[in-house]
């Protein structure tokens, strides 16, 4: 019984080594509310590990904003949080960060946890690119802002 849970264990550390390997930068748009500025934007993998193992996402902005995989789950949180449950938000599952990008974000509205199907997350490449596109339409409305 012990040999087999090592084993176990074994394979689920060489598993999320594996998949720590392919960790790549991640941007998130589209949350509403309250946290919505908590929530939205880019964030790059770190040398830092959750407390399972797997890679910690900081957010540019606002490093003091982490992704952090916690019981279960993905959870955008602040410093303050750091290993618990409580977040902005979160994501379900046992899987790699970049593979959520087809499953619904839970956005707390500062009363409860509600799902936001529109909120969209991109990896890599697209993400380097949807965050350009995203500065680029900031400045071009601040340029009109100053305009006016």
Not at 77 to 104: D, I, N, P, R
Not at 109 to 133: L, N, W
Request: negative net charge; aromatic residues 10%; hydrophobic residues 45%.
């Amino acid at each position: 019984m012990v040999l087999f849970f090592f084993l176990q264990a074994a394979e689920h550390a060489a598993a999320v080594a594996a998949d720590n390997s392919r960790a790549e930068a991640i941007f998130i748009n589209g949350a509403i509310g309250l946290n919505a500025f908590n929530i939205n934007g880019m964030y790059d993998p770190t040398g830092e590990k959750t407390l399972d193992g797997r890679v910690l996402y900081k957010k540019r902005s606002v490093p003091a904003i982490w992704i952090a995989h916690v019981v279960g789950g993905w959870r955008v949180q602040s410093e303050s949080s750091k290993g618990s449950l409580g977040s902005f938000a979160f994501f379900h599952g046992e899987c790699t960060l970049e593979a959520c990008k087809e499953k619904v974000l839970t956005v707390y509205d500062g009363k409860a946890y509600m799902e936001q199907a529109h909120v969209k997350m991109a990896t890599g490449a697209e993400a380097e690119a949807q965050a350009s596109d995203m500065s680029s339409v900031g400045q071009n409305m601040l340029h009109a802002l100053r305009s006016c």
